[in-house]
C-alpha cells in the first residue's frame, strides 16, 4: 500500500513537471513569435521607408530638370540616393549591370557630348549616380553605407536642402505658398522620415 502511494505521489508530480514544462515552452515560444514578428514588422516598415526615400530623392532630382530652377546644390541628392538607395538596387547596380551602364554612358558623354546636348544634361546626374556606385571603395559602399554614419549624411544632406529651400523661397511660408513649392517642400521633408526611422531603431 505504501509503494503504491508513492508510486502514485511521484507519478502526480512527473506529470506537473511536464505540464509546467509544456506550459513554459508554450509562453517561450508566444513570446518569440511576438518579437520575431515586432522585428519584422520593423525592418518591413525601415525597408519601405527607405525605397520612399529613394523614389523621392528621385523624384526631386526630375523636378530640378524640369521646374525647380533654383541655385539650390541638389547634387546632393546623388550621395543621399546612394546612401539610401535598398540593397537589392544597390547589388543590381554594383554588379555587371551598373559597370555596363556606367561604361555606356561614359561613351556617351566623353564621345557625342555634341550629338545628344539633351541627353547629356538629363544623363549628368543618373550616370554621376551610377559610377558613384560602381567605384565606391567597400569601405564606403558596405560599412559607412550600412552603418549610423550614412543615416546622419541622410539627415544632413535633407537638413542643408531644406534651409537653402526655404531661403531662395523667400520664407518658411512662401515655401508651402508658391505654385511650385509646395511639392518641393514636401519632398524635402519627406528625405528626413527614413533616417530618422532607422536611426530611432538603431538606438532602440
Request: hydrophobic share 55%; proline share 4%; net charge positive.
Amino acid at each position: 500500500m505504501g509503494k503504491t502511494y508513492l508510486r502514485m505521489m511521484t507519478d502526480t508530480v512527473a506529470s506537473d513537471s511536464i505540464n509546467t514544462d509544456f506550459k513554459d515552452l508554450a509562453a517561450a515560444a508566444k513570446n518569440l513569435a511576438t518579437h520575431v514578428v515586432h522585428l519584422g514588422s520593423l525592418g518591413f516598415g525601415t525597408t519601405f521607408l527607405q525605397w520612399v526615400a529613394c523614389f523621392v530623392a528621385i523624384y526631386l532630382l526630375v523636378l530640378d530638370r524640369t521646374n525647380w530652377k533654383t541655385n539650390i546644390l541638389t547634387g546632393l541628392l546623388i550621395p543621399y540616393i546612394f546612401f539610401s538607395l535598398p540593397s537589392l538596387l544597390f547589388s543590381i547596380l554594383r554588379g555587371q549591370i551598373g559597370r555596363w551602364i556606367a561604361f555606356v554612358a561614359v561613351i556617351l558623354l566623353l564621345f557625342f557630348p555634341k550629338k545628344f546636348p539633351e541627353i547629356r544634361e538629363w544623363a549628368e546626374m543618373p550616370a554621376s549616380l551610377i559610377l558613384l556606385t560602381v567605384v565606391a571603395p567597400s569601405l564606403i559602399a558596405t560599412t559607412v553605407r550600412d552603418s549610423w554614419i550614412g543615416l546622419v549624411i541622410c539627415l544632413a544632406i535633407g537638413a542643408y536642402l531644406l534651409q537653402e529651400h526655404i531661403r531662395a523661397s523667400g520664407g518658411f511660408r512662401n515655401a508651402f505658398t508658391q505654385p511650385h513649392g509646395v511639392s518641393n517642400t514636401v519632398g524635402i521633408i519627406c528625405l528626413f522620415v527614413y533616417p530618422v526611422w532607422a536611426l530611432v531603431l538603431d538606438i532602440l
